[in-house]
């Protein structure tokens, strides 16, 4: 069974940079894409970014794009997120997923039915 165990969160000030990682264990094949997901209190999940196994052509959501990078290490098993120039609305728990469908579409699903959820990392940025 995979497990997904991110890092990396904590406290912040608005505007300051954090990067957050995942990492899967347990796994014995390739293949699958990863990403991130977040859920502020109140709010629905919403999509933040998604990297397929060869990591070319990243899929962000519009709230986060010029500010977030979504990269991976497939060697270590693992998909990083960089958050630059945080703002308030970014507090959430940061939850990463990976999945067998590819990147482009992980907006559309709204995080349902991904193959692997970590148990997700809390981000909070202060102003």
């Known amino acids: 069974q995979v497990q997904l165990l991110e890092s990396g969160g904590g406290l912040v000030q608005a505007g300051e940079n954090l990067t957050l990682s995942c990492a899967a264990y347990?796994?014995?094949?390739?293949?699958?894409?990863m990403g991130w997901f977040r859920q502020a209190a109140g709010k629905e999940r919403e999509f933040v970014a998604a990297?397929?196994?060869?990591?070319?052509?990243?899929y962000y959501g519009d709230s986060v794009k010029g500010r977030f990078t979504i990269s991976r290490d497939n060697a270590k098993n693992t998909v990083f997120l960089q958050m630059n120039t945080l703002k308030p609305e970014d507090t959430a728990v940061y939850y990463c997923?990976?999945?067998?469908?590819?990147?482009?579409?992980?907006?559309?699903?709204?995080?349902?039915?991904?193959?692997?959820w970590g148990k997700g990392t809390l981000v909070t940025v202060s102003s």
């Open positions: 990297i397929n196994w060869g990591g070319g052509f990243p």
């Open positions: 347990g796994r014995t094949s390739g293949g699958y894409a």
């Open positions: 997923a990976e999945d067998l469908r590819p990147a482009r579409g992980w907006y559309l699903y709204g995080g349902s039915d991904m193959k692997t």
